[in-house]
């Protein structure tokens, strides 16, 4: 392969603006195209050859369950299956590691350029396949380009000489290698970008990997492999796999997978770093965990803010793609001082939401991912009313064509109860009242969680405190606690959040390499 390209300094790609027609009708014509490729069967990909089983799970639009997305083989009635995708990883790994670092980055500006070509219809297959509005799924893509570009320039970085000490006598270097083959385990709320970001990060730091998507997302996995395909990566490099978390688990416990990277929920990450910390026949290494899990984030208003601009955050935040990020806005705690003054605004920019279909261009939100979700969220608002909340809007779904959760807004929620602490993952904003400044920090650190927050203030002070104070791995001050961009905001939390991986950032990769020092005396 040639790798002559020249590569200008990564910059992140730049949203639609659906303002404009043309784009508008761009996507519309996307949107239908895909609308005619519905319920069509997907094969796994193992060593480069699909493979189907005759037991199959169909993935639903939420927001529209009599429309199937995509037909999927049921990887759990072949136990077999997850070990031929291990061993054909194992296998490619003997060649892939030294495949130079230049060549492994060049698939990965390949595949940047078929997305960007593809943009649109990438974009549309979240929209029918997560219920992602026009700007969510647009972001969604844009991310996964930016994933291949800047891992690309990050795994070109890494392979340059590293600045050591030398010695008179020796000849010494230190170089990072790659550690295996790897269990890449996404979520399903950013179905292309994260799924293709770690995957591409682990593959261009020379591993090779089995992926297995959500159940709730393997469509647009299966777009992303027949990229893959296109663009000439070397059999085995990325098997594909679906199935329940069977596969999964079977993944996580093999003693040939060196190292599992997961986005997921608290529960399931913790299980995963447990299961990978026990050592079984077979096995020479101790496995490396790679996690982004939950989070509880607050945006915290001061009484000194702009409360015009924290409400528009706060509800931007809250909201967006159904509060179904994991650093969503899912916690206010506000200046009791502005209390009444900054929920009204909220209140007032949340009833101006449109809920609907996100295939029409005016949606601002739209179904939660399935009937699961959709009772735990009813679940959660009615023990938040039990515990003394009062929902001043919001409060209640409508499932009789998808998983429609409105907007809630649960005010009167006191510090350690229910919808205080534990994810939602759904359109639902618990409202808390501090005393001060001080109460407020104290508030917004008593979870077990740390991913991202938000403060709101006109005082320099405040907003210092809240640099040394406010434990989370992305703070953002005065401007909302969503929307970071690779390169611009490494992304990862603490505590119960993860392992603070920092996706999007210039540590990135190392979760993906060994060091390796070289002493040669002369």
């Known amino acids: 392969m040639q790798t002559q390209r020249v590569l200008d300094e990564f910059k992140n790609e730049p949203f639609t603006d659906f303002s404009r027609p043309e784009n508008a009708d761009a996507f519309r014509a996307a949107l239908e195209k895909v609308r005619g490729e519905l319920g069509r069967e997907y094969p796994s990909v193992i060593n480069g050859e699909k493979v189907t089983l005759e037991s199959k799970f169909q993935s639903i639009n939420p927001s529209n369950i009599s429309e199937v997305v995509g037909v999927f083989s049921e990887g759990d009635t072949d136990t077999s299956l997850v070990e031929k995708a291990i ?251 502005v209390h009444d003054e900054l929920i009204l605004k909220v209140k007032t920019l949340t009833e101006t939401l449109k809920i609907g279909q996100p295939t029409e261009s005016g949606t601002n939100v739209a179904s939660v991912i399935n009937k699961r979700s959709f009772d735990k969220t009813l679940g959660y608002i009615n023990k938040g009313i039990e515990e003394g909340g009062e929902a001043i809007i919001g409060g209640t779904g409508d499932d009789s064509e998808g998983f429609f959760i409105y907007p809630t807004v649960i005010t009167n929620v006191k510090p350690g109860d229910t919808i205080e602490q534990e994810e939602i993952f759904a359109p639902v904003l618990a409202v808390i009242k501090a005393k001060d400044y001080d109460h407020a920090l104290e508030i917004a650190n008593g979870t077990e969680f740390g991913l991202t927050g938000a403060v709101y203030s006109a005082s320099e002070e405040r907003l210092e405190r809240a640099r040394k104070e406010f434990h989370v791995g992305n703070l953002y001050l005065n401007r909302k606690c969503t929307g970071a961009l690779v390169g611009v905001h490494p992304f990862g939390g603490f505590n119960m959040s993860g392992t603070d991986s920092k996706a999007g950032g210039r540590e990135y990769l190392i979760q993906f390499m060994q060091g390796k020092s070289i002493a040669r005396k002369i």
């Open 87 to 337: 061993d054909a990883a194992a296998e490619a790994f003997k060649t892939w590691k030294n495949v130079a670092p230049a060549e492994r980055a060049e698939y990965l500006f390949k595949i940047a350029d078929i997305m960007r070509q593809r943009k649109h219809e990438l974009s549309a297959w979240m929209v029918f396949e997560v219920g992602k509005t026009w700007a969510e799924a647009d972001g969604d893509t844009a991310e996964a380009i930016d994933f291949a570009e800047f891992y690309g320039r990050e795994m070109l970085r890494w392979s340059q000489e590293q600045p050591i000490t030398k010695i008179a006598g020796e000849d010494n270097s230190f170089e990072y290698i790659p550690l295996g083959v790897g269990a890449i385990i996404p979520p399903w709320n950013f179905p292309l970008a994260i799924m293709s970001g770690m995957t591409m990060a682990a593959v261009v730091a020379g591993n090779t990997v089995v992926v297995k998507p959500s159940s709730d997302s393997p469509t647009i996995a299966a777009k992303f492999m027949e990229i893959v395909e296109e663009v000439g990566l070397p059999k085995g490099v990325i098997n594909f796999l679906t199935g329940s978390a069977k596969t999964g688990e079977a993944m996580v416990t093999s003693p040939k997978t060196r190292f599992i990277s997961f986005t997921g929920s608290k529960g399931v990450g913790l299980h995963i770093n447990e299961e990978a910390a026990k050592t079984r026949p077979g096995q020479i290494w101790i496995k490396r965990v790679i996690a982004e899990m939950g989070g509880k984030d607050a945006i915290i208003v001061a009484d000194d803010a702009d409360l015009d601009s924290a409400a528009l955050g706060v509800v931007q935040a809250a909201f967006g793609f159904q509060g179904q990020k994991c650093s969503a806005c899912s916690r206010l705690i506000v200046d009791e001082k």
